[in-house]
Every structure is written in structure tokens, then in C-alpha cells.
T-cell receptor, first 115, second 114 residues
Framework: AQTVTQSQPEMSVQEAETVTLSCTYD???????LFWYKQPPSRQMILVIR??????QNATENRFSVNFQKAAKSFSLKFSDSQLGDTAMYFC????????????FGDGTTLTVKP | EAGVAQSPRYKIIEKRQSVAFWCNPI?????LYWYQQILGQGPKLLIQ????????DSQLPKDRFSAERLKGVDSTLKIQPAKLEDSAVYLC????????????FGPGTRLTVT
């Protein structure tokens, strides 16, 4: 079974600061996907960024980038110029490539961006 | 393109009562998921459908929970009888298929069992 651990339950930053959210996972699979999802207060969960395990290059999506360390089973999210609209819960998720769609989520990090 | 629709958005029931949630996925999406999200935790997969067949229901408490996806489109999740620990947000998500890994989530149904 896969496990996903987010060690930062809460985080608070000032607007325009850079944010780094950490995530570690445990799996015996060699091929899988990793995701960061954003869940704003009272709003729907949306995909922020994804990483294929077979790709060595770290994924980027606009302001967002990941630091994927496969050997260490670490997958952190980084984004610069934080905005008030970035206030949300962020979930790290793992999905096996052999059964696409079954995701295991971490318990999330609540990020608050203050003006 | 319309997103994933869920109803009701909120539901309050007493323990031992029954409740049903409805989900309409994005048009053309073959895969549908039901998640349970307890306050302060990440979503936990309850059941996954591919068209109208079950792909995975290993974490569904089958003594009280049931789900169906007739005709491979809409889906209903039922709890009977409800327990206090079932209080959670129930999320529905869909994706184009098993090979398509991006899931689109609905707004969820917040269930409170008193």
C-alpha cells in the first residue's frame, strides 16, 4: 500500500513571498504519478501540477514548480510571488501507473497568505 | 464545458437514518470516483467506476455503503444506516478514462450525522 505524508499541517506567509510545501511518499512501485491539488475554502479541488515518475525533469506550470527526488521519495511544491488567492488547502497525491485513477492523498497543508 | 455536479450540497441527518448523494460527471468521462473527506484529512477513495462497472471498492464499508452507476453516466452513493463517524464531505470526481490521470472534482456534499 502507498502512503503519502505532508509534515506541515499549517503554513502562513506574507503576500509576494515564496512558498515551499513538502511531501514524502512510500511505495514499492517504479512507475507512478505524483500530483499537487489545491482546495480553496468552500470551493472545488483543482489540479495544480503533476509529475510522471519516469521523467527526471521537474514539472513546472506557470508560477508553480516541483522538486521531485525519486530516490528520496520526496515531492515538494514551490511557488513564487504568493497571492491572497493562493490561500487554500494543498494536497499531495500519489497514483500508481498500473491502475490509473486510484489516488492516495496526504492529509494536506493549510496555507494562508496574508496581506 | 459543464463541470462535475453533485447534490445535495449539504445534508443533516440523525444516526441510523439513510441518505443518498447524486453525482453527474463531465460529459464523456468514463471513470467516476467517490471520495470521503473527513475534516482535517485528505480524500479517501471509496469506490471507482469505469463506465458502469466497479474497478475498485476495497475501501467501501459495504455493510452500510452502496453505490451504483447505471448506464455509465450518473452515480448514486447511499449510506444506510448512517453513523456519527460518517460525517464528512463526499466528493465525486471524474476523468476521461483509466489511462487519463487528471481528475475533475465536484463541489462535494457535506454530511453531518447527529
Amino acid at each position: 500500500a502507498q502512503t503519502v505524508t505532508q509534515s506541515q499541517p499549517e503554513m502562513s506567509v506574507q503576500e509576494a513571498e515564496t512558498v515551499t510545501l513538502s511531501c514524502t511518499y512510500d511505495t514499492s512501485e517504479s512507475n507512478y504519478y505524483l500530483f499537487w491539488y489545491k482546495q480553496p475554502p468552500s470551493r472545488q479541488m483543482i489540479l495544480v501540477i503533476r509529475q510522471e515518475a519516469y521523467k527526471q525533469q521537474n514539472a513546472t506550470e506557470n508560477r508553480f514548480s516541483v522538486n521531485f527526488q525519486k530516490a528520496a521519495k520526496s515531492f515538494s511544491l514551490k511557488f513564487s510571488d504568493s497571492q491572497l488567492g493562493d490561500t487554500a488547502m494543498y494536497f499531495c497525491a500519489f497514483m500508481r501507473a498500473t491502475n490509473a485513477g486510484k489516488s492516495t492523498f496526504g492529509d494536506g497543508t493549510t496555507l494562508t497568505v496574508k496581506p | 464545458e459543464a463541470g462535475v455536479a453533485q447534490s445535495p450540497r449539504y445534508k443533516i441527518i440523525e444516526k441510523r437514518q439513510s441518505v443518498a448523494f447524486w453525482c453527474n460527471p463531465i460529459s464523456g468521462h468514463a471513470t467516476l470516483y467517490w471520495y470521503q473527506q473527513i475534516l482535517g484529512q485528505g480524500p479517501k477513495l471509496l469506490i471507482q467506476f469505469q463506465n458502469n462497472g466497479v474497478v475498485d471498492d476495497s475501501q467501501l464499508p459495504k455493510d452500510r455503503f452502496s453505490a451504483e452507476r447505471l448506464k455509465g453516466v450518473d452515480s448514486t452513493l447511499k449510506i444506510q444506516p448512517a453513523k456519527l463517524e460518517d460525517s464528512a464531505v463526499y466528493l465525486c470526481a471524474s476523468s476521461q478514462g483509466l489511462a487519463y490521470y487528471e481528475q475533475y472534482f465536484g463541489p462535494g456534499t457535506r454530511l453531518t450525522v447527529t
